[in-house]
Each structure stands twice: as structure tokens, then as C-alpha cells.
């Protein structure tokens, strides 16, 4: 089946540690995407990648970092300087410009 | 991105239509409105989108007023499993990389 996918979909993490939560799609998008939802309110924009080896700072990048080294893969790191990291973590794809955004099923990350 | 307004919450009976409203009053002519849904701790679910025109498709019908300051999306025969916050998001043509979403109508369907 085509589609996104998000791995794992529960995540513990202790204070002072990284976690790197895992997106991949074999849809041939382009463009990749990171949001954060916190409970009862509508998503925001971590980071962004429109193209393998490039990406850019979405509205709330402060302790989080990315890669995309593979057009099908782009992982989010949490990081230590993230100070209230409990959210639910969503991961979207779309061929390109215009198109329509799809999302994959979302990690829940839980600070212990 | 213009902003929209969507009522909070609906309810609505099984098997009936359901209709949801959403105000986007200061749209722009190359803003789209697109519809997405979901369901709870899932991933947001694409549903329809259109620029002026009525669309339709397997899921959902999609009126826009001829101001295009104002949309309705239509649910023909809703079922339990169309429970689910609904967001209405208003999208420019020309700047993709974002999805700006509000805090949606959670609509609930009734036995």
C-alpha cells in the first residue's frame, strides 16, 4: 500500500534525552512536512523540506531538528532544549507546490 | 492566510446529511478551501477542496457561495465513524508550504 508511515507510535522520553521520531512515505512527494498538536487545538508547523538535502524552519522550530537525505525519509529529533516536548507529532507529504497535503497516523510523545 | 471561522461543535443523526459551515470572509481569488478531518488520535484525513466551483467526490460535497465568503460541506448519509473534528483551511495558490489550522468543529453522529 502507498502511504505514510510513523514510527513509533507511542515514545517515552526522559528528561535531558534526544528522541528522534521516524517518517517515511513511499509516494514519491517531494515535499515533507512536521507538525506538532497539542490537546484540542489545531496543528503547527515544526519543519518543512520541499526537495532531498534542503529544509527550512517552520513556526515553532526551537529544540527540534531534521534531516532528508532520502526523498522517502524525514526523520524529527527532539532535543534536550525542547522544554515541554509532550505533544503529538504529525509528519505530511505532497508532490509538490499546490498540492494537496496527506498525513500519516502520528507519534504521541510522552515525557516521563 | 485568511482566517475561518467554524461553529465549535455539531450534532448530528445517523443516516442523515450533515452540513458544516465555515466563514472565510476575507478569502482571496487565489486562495483554495480545502476541508480535512480527524478522527480522534489519528492523522488528519484529506477530504475535498475547491477554488470556486462545487465540488464533489466519493466523501463529501463542497459548496462555495458565489462571494466565495462562505462554504458549506456537505456529509451526504452520515455514519458513527464520520465522528470527527472537522477543520476548514484556507490556502493560497501560490505559497504550499504551510496548512493553517484552526481549532475545527467536532462533530458528533447519534444513533
Known amino acids: 500500500d502507498g502511504g505514510i508511515t510513523q514510527s513509533p507510535k507511542y515514545l517515552f522520553r526522559k528528561e535531558g534525552q534526544n528522541v528522534t521520531l521516524s517518517c517515511e512515505q513511499n509516494?514519491?512527494?517531494?515535499?515533507m512536512y512536521w507538525y506538532r498538536q497539542d490537546p484540542g487545538q489545531g496543528l503547527r508547523l515544526i519543519y518543512y523540506?520541499?526537495?532531498?538535502?534542503?529544509?527550512q524552519k517552520g513556526d515553532i522550530a526551537e529544540g527540534y531538528s531534521v534531516s532528508r537525505e532520502k526523498k522517502e525519509s524525514f526523520p524529527l529529533t527532539v532535543t534536550s532544549a525542547q522544554k515541554n516536548p509532550t505533544a503529538f507529532y504529525l509528519c505530511?507529504?505532497?508532490?509538490?507546490?499546490?498540492?494537496?497535503?496527506?498525513f500519516g497516523p502520528g507519534t504521541r510523545l510522552l515525557v516521563l | 492566510d485568511a482566517k475561518t471561522t467554524q461553529p465549535p461543535s455539531m450534532d448530528c443523526a445517523e443516516g442523515r446529511a450533515a452540513n458544516l459551515p465555515c466563514n472565510h470572509s476575507?478569502?482571496?481569488?487565489?486562495?483554495?478551501v480545502y476541508w480535512y478531518r480527524q478522527i480522534h488520535s489519528q492523522g488528519p484525513q484529506y477530504i475535498i477542496h475547491?477554488?470556486?466551483n462545487n465540488e464533489t467526490n466519493e466523501m463529501a460535497s463542497l459548496i462555495i457561495t458565489e462571494d466565495r465568503k462562505s462554504s458549506t460541506l456537505i456529509l451526504p448519509h452520515a455514519t458513527l465513524r464520520d465522528t470527527a473534528v472537522y477543520y476548514c483551511?484556507?490556502?493560497?495558490?501560490?505559497?504550499?508550504?504551510?496548512?493553517?489550522f484552526g481549532a475545527g468543529t467536532t462533530v458528533t453522529v447519534r444513533a
Open positions: 509516494l514519491n512527494h517531494d515535499a
Open positions: 523540506s520541499q526537495i532531498v538535502n534542503d529544509f
Open positions: 476575507t478569502i482571496s481569488g487565489n486562495e483554495y
Open positions: 505530511a507529504s505532497n508532490s509538490g507546490k499546490q498540492e494537496t497535503q496527506y
Open positions: 475547491g477554488l470556486k
Open positions: 483551511i484556507v490556502r493560497s495558490r501560490f505559497n504550499d508550504y504551510k496548512l493553517s
